[in-house]
């Protein structure tokens, strides 16, 4: 079979359950305007020393919202033995990962940049700019990488939730530093060229971690 | 009693124990007092070298896991575990005695400076690195991916690194202090204790590995004593 199919047909089955359920997009959403409205209720937010840690506010409530869709998505493949018969199936192991990174990435893109009004209205600040689009998607792209092979190994873990965060946490503060200093830059109404060193070093550290996943996803699932 | 044989490993602790001994004098007697920090300087000599055993303890996981994932031999794993463990000990110790050190000295005990951000990072990937290790089934498929999480870690360290420099020229340091503007003065006795004290701590380091690693293969052949029975 094509193996471009394939791959279509993972991240397609994966996106209609998403659909019936909406339950990755809801825990995003909900829980990243939670997180939000909280720093609403307790900072005073139309002062412009507030204002700049907007930012962090955002990529923290989106880090954290995706690890908790993350979790949930596994669990449900994992209780009812899905995930199993998907490594059972005559394609390669590759392809399996290209098709969970491609459902994930799709979410992941959907929500943070769905986030983003909520983030304008609730902090009085204009982030609808057409550089935040190409930010979320680089960022999107890595963060789905790691989250992906991060949720797979550890679904044999104990405590799955949250050894997931211990892994995943420290190892995508690069893009979390990548975003927040962007974010910052556009809100400032900056050139793209104060941002080009970081979307470089995105571009950069997606590459390399795609590349090692690829690597070492046929170890990871070894029995 | 039977008396303890001395093979390689125990003559290579007592030699460490020496050396510690002798690395312990020349920070506290030998080596003179800093004009501009005064004391608290000394730090300097536990700090540097710990850094460096931890930033050399996940270099052994990542080589080792490496090794593991190619050879499949269970010696590399142990390895890594023992670098693991002995790397999470000298992580603990070197953000420790840093933030003793920087609370004198920048006035503050944490700050979001590259290397301060680097080493917490390094830590929290230690412990992320034993912790996923103790929750998982025990079997092959541990082993396997302790070693890929050994390997992904060592990759990010640097990266993270680099990112945290990119993100600190945004956002310069706020550190005031005496040692920000004075220019220190790093006498050649400094030097040669700074010297000697990283060498000690590394065969601290090796000598920790070597124990753990000795340790780790009794564990292992009494779980295979414990299957065999049943």
């Given amino acids: 079979m094509n193996p471009f199919k394939t791959i279509w047909n993972i991240a397609k089955r994966d996106l209609i359950l ?25 900072i005073d937010v139309n002062t412009k020393e507030t204002q700049k840690i907007v930012p962090a506010i955002y990529w923290s409530a989106i880090i954290f919202s995706f690890t908790i869709a993350l979790g949930r998505r596994f669990s449900i493949e994992i209780e009812n033995g899905a995930f199993e ?43 609808l700019k057409i550089e935040y689009l190409l930010l979320a998607i680089i960022i999107s792209f890595g963060l789905s990488t790691l989250g992906t092979f991060f949720a797979i190994m550890s679904i044999k873990v104990r405590a799955r939730e949250v050894m997931l965060s211990l892994v995943f946490f420290p190892a995508v503060t690069p893009l ?48 | 009693m039977k008396i303890t044989k001395l093979n390689f490993i125990n003559i290579f602790i007592i030699f460490t124990g020496i050396i510690v001994v002798i690395d312990m004098w020349m920070i506290f007697v030998w080596v003179p007092t800093e004009i501009n920090q005064g004391a608290i300087q000394r730090i300097l000599y536990l700090h540097v070298p710990v850094a460096w055993g931890s930033m050399a303890a996940i270099c052994i996981v990542a080589f080792s896991s490496i090794m593991y994932l190619y050879k499949k031999a269970e010696k590399w794993d142990r390895i890594a575990l023992s670098a693991a463990e002995s790397g999470a000990i000298f992580g603990a110790m070197m953000l420790l005695s840093g933030m003793l050190w920087a609370r004198p000295v920048w006035g503050v005990f944490w700050t979001g400076e590259a290397k301060l951000t680097f080493s917490l990072i390094l830590f929290i990937l230690f412990i992320a690195y034993l912790m996923f290790r103790a929750y998982f089934p025990k079997g092959i498929q541990q082993k396997r991916i302790s070693a890929v999480i050994g390997i992904i870690g060592a990759i990010d360290t640097p990266i993270i690194y680099f990112a945290a420099n990119l993100w600190e020229r945004a956002h310069p340091p706020l550190i005031a202090g005496p040692a920000a503007t004075s220019d220190s003065f790093i006498s050649q006795n400094i030097i040669l204790t700074l010297l000697f004290s990283v060498v000690t701590f590394t065969l601290v380091l090796s000598s920790l590995i070597f124990l753990r690693y000795t340790l780790r293969k009794n564990e292992d052949e009494i779980d295979l004593i414990i299957i065999n029975k049943t």
């Avoid at chain 1, 825990?27 to 997180?35: A, E, K, M, P, Y």
């Avoid at chain 1, 018969?85 to 005559?90: N, T, V």
Wanted: hydrophobic share 60%; glycine share 2%.
């Fill in chain 1, 18 to 42: 998403e659909l019936r359920r909406k339950e990755v997009l809801f825990t995003i959403l909900g829980f990243s305007t939670l997180v939000l409205s909280i720093f609403v209720f307790s």
């Fill in chain 1, 176 to 223: 979390l530093f990548a975003g927040v200093d962007c974010m910052d830059k556009i809100i400032q109404n900056n050139n793209f060229s104060d941002i080009q060193s970081w979307i470089f070093f995105v571009l950069f550290y997606d590459a390399i971690f795609f590349l090692i996943s690829l690597l070492l996803f046929d170890h990871i699932l070894q029995e």
């Fill in chain 1, 85 to 127: 018969a998907l490594i059972l199936s005559p394609i390669s192991k590759d392809i399996i990962f290209f098709g969970k990174f491609t459902s994930n990435f799709i979410l992941v893109l959907i929500s943070s940049v769905f986030a983003l009004p909520i983030t304008s209205i609730l902090f009085n600040i204009n982030i």
